[in-house]
Structures are given as C-alpha cells and as structure tokens.
C-alpha cells in the first residue's frame, strides 16, 4: 500500500503542513504544585492534559456537548474533587505498570 503523503505533488517551495482546522493549539497552562495542567484547543475539542511524573491523563470536551464556552471553563471545572479523582486515578496507574516492570 502506498503511504498517503509520500507521492504527493507539491510545490518546491511550498512547506508541507496540516491544515489550520487541524492544528492544536495551548491555550492556557494552569498552575499546580504536584500536576502540570495544559489546555489545548483543536477541531471544536478543548484537550486537558494532565501530567505527573511519567504518567499522564488527557480529558477531551467537545464544545458541542457541553456550555463550555472558553478555557476559563475549562480551568474553572479542575477543582479540589477533581483533582482528588485525578490523584487516584494516578495512583492506579503507577500501581498498575508497576506490577509488569518488577520483573526487570
């Protein structure tokens, strides 16, 4: 099978890059003692990406299925319950690839 942009005519000096409707974008980082919080924007989806240590947990919203309207909703919805869900959530992950690597 052929590779879908291999074989692609193109300018010499036009650059090859996604079009704009698909570009992500940070829109805002959050500050956090323990997590580093990322909000992206892409194709009508707001992207919360939440990062601790070499773990990590992205959370997609669409604007159509929700009244969010700006990223200030989205950091608004990332309070103390939140991130008391994310915490644990974290902790399982960290117990669940543990098991597998105490063989190496």
Do not use: C
Request: aromatic share 14%.
């Amino acid at each position: 099978m052929l590779h879908p942009f291999k074989h692609r005519k193109r300018d010499k000096d036009a650059k090859f890059r996604q079009p704009e409707r698909f570009a992500m974008r940070v829109i805002a980082e959050v500050p956090h003692p323990s997590y580093r919080l990322t909000v992206f924007y892409m194709n009508q989806k707001y992207i919360l990406k939440i990062e601790w240590g070499n773990l990590e947990q992205n959370y997609k919203i669409s604007e159509f299925d929700y009244a969010i309207g700006s990223e200030t909703d989205i950091v608004q919805m990332v309070n103390e319950e939140f991130l008391s869900d994310v915490a644990t959530i974290f902790e399982q992950m960290r117990t669940t690839i543990a098991k597998p690597l105490a063989n190496f």
